[in-house]
């Protein structure tokens, strides 16, 4: 492949040789690229360029080659051709239809690489696309995620050595994974879970490891055990979001590491012809340094320190994992001397949920380069993720006094704005990045909902309408189609399409009480009683605290002649919702009875 071959041959020369930790007089380890790592959260970002435009990507040792994002590839200007027949990308929620596009300019570390080829294809996954096995499989690679780096390796005359160069004397172990080939360049091995053999394929895109159902059921945990707990959904490439589960498991053996009495996160997160059973997720490689050994078929690793896998449905609690304190002097190895590598280590610390050390290579980062909007954004996220929304607050209002267009921070600042009910200084932020992003930016999808807060419909509307052309197969479509019902419905025109929003939204996302929600309101304001009531009933069978579902209903059964189920639908809105009234009566429908 192209880019495989080009970027090699352009890597090859500049590969500088680093100590190996065996058999030193025999075998050879050169690094041919690192790669700086910006961890946002639990993903992975490298940086590049497309045709002179600065871009990121994701690292994703998963992809078997590398991609970009529709709305991306608009956003780009990049023309789409048609895709070799039988070609398609199966992840997470599913199977999506994929496109190719070239690349005139494409830049990656030092090489330049020209008319380099993509697939074109899937969901938003929070960058341009996916850096996938066609980049990171060349030769060997070593992930250095807390040490917010990936390098591309080339080794010589290793065939016995421990390529783990780095360990001294920590503990190392090694898995043997299997040879890659045509489309399966993944990094795959055997591990054990329970003393099942299980399949795992070590995916750097994949934020948390994840079980497939079967596979954990082989292990003998299933989702309606007893001490099984619901986990919120996943998603990824394809359209579906799926359930997920956390369970108990006695043990877990990857290579010769066992890790006893842990929980791991499973769900139908694979298909019936998948070959996997796990996806072991960059959580894992926080935790370790990893060195991939094409060439031996064998992976080598030492581990980090703190949490293995990581279990949280929103990332909130922020636990120091390790010391921050630095005893080195800067510039020796992996200690930060420049603003970008106090930057790099803050957001690794940040994604371990290290905020003390996050929050001082961050300032450490602003005070070497005070001019740096880029700085100041990233300390105000972890600011707000350990409750400190004032100095946040300062970090973003001088972000954007430095880039008055970053529409990040417009929109991080936007929020906070409205969670402090200032919506005229929320709506100025809105508008902001409004002008700021592309036409077919993901972000549109954000500034729907945005919006719909402050209470302007039509704006909604046309977020979701420019969001949704640009993002047919996103596996968040389901959910705009149903931002977009619900700013139709308030707005009161176009029930009929506002209905379709919602039908359509329920046919990729059946059975979500979001969406029936929406739509009870809907047929309710399109004078259709029964269906709206069948709505709200099936909305509040999942979701027995639906404030709009309950005062709907209560509506309905006002209407209808029950009194008193009437009376305690509507209290029991007006209790989680005490202005639902007042905004029920900004759309037409009227007094109610309390």
């Not at 590049?48 to 078997?64: L, M, P, Q, W």
């Not at 599913?94 to 090489?111: C, H, L, N």
């Not at 994974?177 to 091995?189: D, F, K, P, V, Y």
Request: charged fraction near 25%.
């Amino acid at each position: 492949m192209r880019t495989l071959l080009t970027l090699a041959a352009a890597l090859v020369a500049g590969a500088v040789a680093l100590p190996a930790s065996a058999e030193p007089k025999k075998c050879s380890i050169g690094k041919m690229l690192e790669l700086p790592v910006t961890m946002a959260d639990l993903r992975p970002l490298v940086p590049a360029t497309i045709n002179g435009r600065e871009v990121k990507f994701i690292a994703d040792s998963g992809a078997f080659y590398s991609n970009i994002s529709p709305g991306s590839a608009a956003e780009l200007g990049l023309k789409l051709g048609a895709a070799p027949a039988g070609l398609h990308l199966t992840g997470i929620g599913g199977e999506t239809q994929a496109a190719v596009t070239r690349v005139k300019d494409f830049g990656i570390g030092p090489a330049m690489l020209h008319n380099v080829q993509f697939i074109v294809g899937g969901s938003e996954i929070g960058s341009t696309g996916l850096l996938g096995q066609n980049v990171l499989g060349i030769a060997d690679v070593e992930y250095d995620l807390a040490g917010a780096a990936i390098r591309l390796m080339r080794s010589h005359d290793c065939e016995h050595a421990n390529l783990a160069y780095w360990s001294n004397d920590k503990p190392v172990s090694v898995l043997d994974i299997e040879s890659a080939s045509g489309s399966r360049l993944h990094t795959e091995g055997t591990v054990l879970l329970n003393g099942v053999k299980i399949r795992a394929i070590f995916d750097t895109g994949a934020p948390t490891t994840m079980l497939t159902t079967a596979a954990a059921a082989r292990a003998g945990v299933k989702p309606d055990m007893p001490g099984v707990e619901r986990a919120g959904s996943a998603s990824g490439l394809g359209r579906r979001s799926l359930p997920t589960w956390i369970g108990a498991f006695q043990s877990l053996k990857i290579g010769g590491e066992e890790i006893r009495k842990i929980h791991l996160r499973f769900g139908d997160v694979g298909d019936r012809d998948s070959s996997f059973d796990m996806l072991i997720g960059a959580d894992f490689f926080l935790s370790h340094r990893v060195y991939v050994s094409n060439a031996q078929h064998k992976l080598f690793f030492t581990y980090n320190g703190g949490a293995v896998f990581d279990l949280t449905v929103r990332r909130t609690d922020p636990k120091p994992v390790s010391d921050s304190g630095d005893s080195a002097k800067p510039g020796a190895e992996g200690v930060p001397a420049t603003a970008a590598e106090f930057s790099l280590r803050g957001n690794a610390r940040a994604a371990r949920r290290d905020v003390a050390g996050a929050l001082a290579d961050l300032t450490r980062a602003a005070e070497l380069a005070p001019d740096n909007a880029e700085y100041r954004y990233q300390r105000a996220v972890v600011l707000m993720r350990s409750g400190r929304r004032p100095q946040a607050m300062e970090d973003l209002d001088r972000a954007l006094t430095l880039k008055h267009d970053y529409a990040d921070a417009l929109i991080f600042r936007a929020g906070l704005r409205l969670a402090n009910g200032d919506k005229t200084a929320a709506r100025a932020d809105v508008d902001a990045a409004d002008r700021a992003v592309a036409g077919p930016s993901d972000l549109r999808l954000t500034l729907g909902g945005f919006y719909d807060q402050l209470g302007d419909p039509d704006a909604a509307i046309a977020q979701y309408d420019r969001w949704i052309a640009a993002h047919p197969t996103d596996s968040r479509l389901g959910m705009a189609l149903n931002g977009r019902c619900w700013a139709r419905t308030l707005a009161g025109r176009d029930l009929d399409k506002a209905i379709a929003d919602c039908d359509r939204g329920l046919s990729l996302r059946p059975h979500t009480a979001a969406i029936l929600d929406s739509r009870g309101l809907a047929w309710l304001r399109s004078g259709n009683l029964d269906k709206a009531l069948a709505d709200y009933d099936a909305a509040l069978a999942l979701e027995p605290k639906l404030a709009w579902s309950l005062y709907g209903r209560g509506i309905i059964e006002q209407r209808k002649g029950l009194g008193a189920q009437a009376k305690a639908d509507i209290a029991a809105a007006i209790a989680l919702r005490p202005d639902l009234a007042d905004e029920a009566k900004k759309i037409g429908l009227g007094e109610v009875a309390r």
